[in-house]
């Protein structure tokens, strides 16, 4: 039988574990930067910021310039 504090993504303590939407890509703290991987048409793509909404943002940016790229192509 399931506790009535479970949340999507399970817990561990007190702490709440949630799970990334698909395509987000992974997100690590790089000495004073971050660092965002996405894979976009097989290739894995590094982008880098000073915070994590930076970093996410340049690999959105990344991700669309990759695939209007990869859809004008013959």
Do not use: F, H
Request: aromatic residues 2%; charged residues 30%; proline residues 3%.
């Amino acid at each position: 039988m399931a506790c009535s504090d479970e949340r999507p993504g399970g817990t561990i303590g007190s702490a709440v574990i949630m799970r990334q939407r698909r395509g987000t890509g992974t997100m690590r703290r790089r000495g004073n930067r971050w660092e965002c991987r996405v894979r976009v048409a097989g290739q894995q793509i590094s982008v880098y910021g000073r915070t994590q909404a930076e970093a996410q943002a340049k690999a959105d940016e990344a991700k669309r310039e990759r695939r209007l790229v990869a859809s004008q192509s013959p």
